[in-house]
């Protein structure tokens, strides 16, 4: 079973600086099933990344991922106001088909 | 334009059943590729994947759900119904339905607003 790990728990920073956000997996998850999920206090979550580093529709291109094997990035170039949210990665497998990751939560400094 | 909304009672009692349903429309579970999940969130914590029905009716659970979890679906009413066996409090979460394909994103593109589950005597 791939468990994910995400970093840091929190991230608190300003308007307008980027984010760094680390997902790595326990085993190698193949790129093209790798996501990122932003979601913000009483709203179900928003895709953002599917298979690693391509955008979902209408997502900025401030979003951005990268990453292979077991270690994935989320990366937000300047953050806006309505950017400050908790961020979850999710892989597609086998068994279990789908995990979580247990979450960043990027906040403003 | 794609929707789901879940529906279910908002407080159970520990050891009942829960059953939840998951309406949704502008897309169909008869159509190759798409799936319908459930994925669990208790309030403050992370994210839970329960379990996942195909167009196929191929399901998939979580391991450590496996035993208590059932997703059927009705093609024809567009709806999912998960069934949870013996609830605990632990269980206390918002419950969201999701729209999964193999054949766009393979994540879960759409998601209903969730609803809220209490367990408690």
């Known amino acids: 079973e791939i468990v994910l790990t995400q970093s840091p728990g929190t991230l608190s920073l300003s308007p307008g600086e980027r984010a760094t956000l680390s997902c790595r997996a326990s085993q190698s998850v193949s790129s093209s099933y790798l996501a990122w999920y932003q979601q913000k206090p009483g709203q179900a979550p928003r895709l953002l990344i599917y298979g690693a580093s391509s955008r979902a529709t209408g997502i900025p291109d401030r979003f951005s991922g990268s990453g292979s094997g077991t270690d994935f990035t989320l990366t937000i170039s300047r953050l806006e106001p309505e950017d400050f949210a908790v961020y979850y990665c999710q892989q597609y497998g086998s068994s279990p088909v789908f995990t979580f990751g247990p979450g960043t939560k990027v906040d403003i400094k | 334009q794609i929707t789901l909304k879940e529906s279910g009672p908002t407080l159970v009692k520990p050891t009942q059943t829960l059953t939840l349903t998951c309406t949704f429309s502008?897309?169909?579970?008869?159509?190759?590729?798409?799936?319908v999940g459930w994925i669990r969130q208790p309030p403050g914590k992370a994210l839970e994947w329960l379990a996942l029905i195909y167009w196929n009716d191929d399901k998939r659970y979580s391991p450590s759900l496996k035993s208590r979890l059932t997703i059927t679906k009705d093609t024809s009413k567009n709806q999912v119904v998960l069934t949870m066996t013996n609830m605990d409090p632990v269980d206390t979460a918002t419950y969201y339905c999701?729209?999964?394909?193999?054949?766009?994103?393979?994540?879960?593109?759409?998601w209903g607003q969730g609803t809220l589950v209490t367990v408690s005597s």
């Open positions: 502008g897309f169909s579970l008869s159509t190759s590729g798409v799936g």
């Open positions: 999701a729209l999964h394909s193999t054949v766009t994103t393979v994540f879960f593109d759409y």
